[in-house]
């Protein structure tokens, strides 16, 4: 199928009590082996890339990558822009056939988070394309953002910065942190379940990687929608290769290796999705 935009996947997740599980994919193997697991799950997914992985190669590279990857596959598929960083890098990337964008603006002040939101929702308003925002921040670090503790989404400001944004979805803070844990986070699940209440669009946890199933089981029982994998991926994928080349050292043909990360990645893309609960529910988004 084309690639198609997470508004309907977020609106069926939420309606239904799942989360898509979104996962960051860095080269062409990583597109593939994820779109493969969630064709053999029927699931919709959502690929997403970062600044940094964007620059690595393009936001048309990518797009196309996905694209192609997603054409053979009979399920709904997104390439989703994660942290997007700079209007400019919106515009990029919604040129370039992303069909879903975030703009992180949590480490600003509310007001400066609110104005650099709300320019981003007007550009993908005008392309129709989906955009999450962040409130309160995730810890740890993603690509060059570092933020030392994690801060908790405020529901008062939740409401307006919704309200005021326009957002289509809510990346909140509630205790976790990208990469892997140094140590065990502590989360305020409650706060999901009162943002819930408050908040009508579909609620994204960050920093999935490295939670245990049953806390990443319970944030979407309280109303997570999306749920974010990023380092879980990467070290499979990393690790896979190492290990190849490591039984085979005079290997030297990057298919054999990269097939080895392709699999990899299968295996545990389709023990996350299973874990999101969005196995099954390809069928449930036209
Ligand atoms: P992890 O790297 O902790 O899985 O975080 C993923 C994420 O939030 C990507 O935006
Ligand atoms: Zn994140």
Excluded: W
Excluded at 145 to 171: N, W
Excluded at 183 to 204: G, Y
Excluded at 227 to 241: F, G, M, P, S
């Amino acid at each position: 199928m084309p690639l198609t935009t997470t508004e309907k996947m977020l609106a069926a997740a939420k309606k239904n009590g799942y989360a898509v599980a979104a996962f960051n994919c860095e080269n062409m193997e990583m597109i593939q082996a994820i779109i493969a697991a969630a064709a053999e799950m029927n699931a919709p997914v959502i690929l997403q890339t970062t600044p940094s992985t964007v620059n690595y190669a393009s936001a048309r590279l990518f797009a196309a990558n996905a694209a192609a990857a997603a054409e053979k596959a009979d399920i709904p598929v997104a390439l989703h822009l994660d942290h997007g960083n700079s209007h400019e890098l919106v515009k990029d990337a919604l040129d370039a056939g992303y069909t879903s964008i975030m703009i992180d603006g949590s480490h600003f002040p509310l007001e400066e988070n609110i104005a650099f939101t709300k320019k981003a929702a007007s550009l993908c308003l005008m392309a129709g394309i989906p955009i999450e925002g962040e409130l309160g921040h995730v810890g740890g670090k993603e690509d060059d953002l570092e933020s030392a503790g994690a801060g908790y989404t405020d529901p008062e400001e939740a409401v307006r910065f919704v309200k005021e944004t326009g957002v289509s979805s809510l990346a909140i803070g509630v205790g976790t942190a990208h990469g892997v844990y140094a140590k065990k986070p502590v989360l305020n699940p409650q706060l999901i379940s009162i943002l819930k209440e408050r908040i009508t669009v579909p609620l994204v946890l960050h920093g999935a990687s490295g939670l245990d199933d049953e806390v990443v089981q319970d944030c979407i029982a309280r109303g997570i929608s999306k749920v974010n994998i990023a380092t879980d991926l990467r070290i499979a994928y990393t690790q896979a290769v190492r290990e190849y080349l490591q039984k085979d050292p005079g290997c030297f043909d990057p298919k054999k290796y990269g097939n080895a990360g392709r699999e990899a990645v299968i295996k545990l893309t389709i023990k996350r999705i299973k874990i999101c609960g969005c196995q099954g529910r390809a069928g449930e988004i036209n």
